[in-house]
């Protein structure tokens, strides 16, 4: 049931990783509290993987499991109506003269919450990753 994704950036690997863990806020699309709230990653392990809202309220998503830069980063993931937390793992590669992104989102069978959103997750991992890819690409000032 893991949900799996794969990207390729047209920059260095260490670009795409830097732009995925350090410069989320500025594309990840919204969150679980409204649209315009931003999510961040805290660069170390144990480190949160959160949202801020507009009014400065936060909800911890997750934390980090893993973060070996420029290579993986690992996060807990959690949806404020979830009893149990699911696990996502991304990877970066270098290839072709640029960057090979694979995303593996697993743990769905944990709950029927979770096994009943998965088929959200699966086309809105899609839409994450879009906006990654395009915050990432080539003529966006890094």
Request: glycine share 10%.
């Amino acid at each position: 049931m893991t949900i799996r994704k794969s990207i390729w950036i047209e920059r260095p690997q260490e670009v795409s990783f830097k732009v995925f863990c350090e410069e989320m806020s500025s594309w990840w699309p919204g969150g679980f509290t409204g649209k315009d709230s931003k999510l961040f990653l805290e660069p170390k392990v144990g480190g949160r993987f959160y949202e801020r809202a507009n009014d400065g309220s936060e909800y911890e998503i997750g934390r980090l499991t893993a973060y070996q830069p420029p290579s993986m980063v690992a996060f807990s993931f959690r949806a404020p109506s979830w009893d149990v937390v699911t696990q996502v793992e991304v990877r970066f590669s270098a290839e072709r003269g640029g960057t090979r992104v694979d995303l593996e989102h697993s743990g769905w069978e944990q709950s029927a919450k979770t096994i009943d959103a998965r088929k959200n997750y699966e086309s809105g991992w899609d839409v994450v990753l879009g906006h990654y890819q395009s915050a990432a690409a080539p003529g966006q000032s890094r």
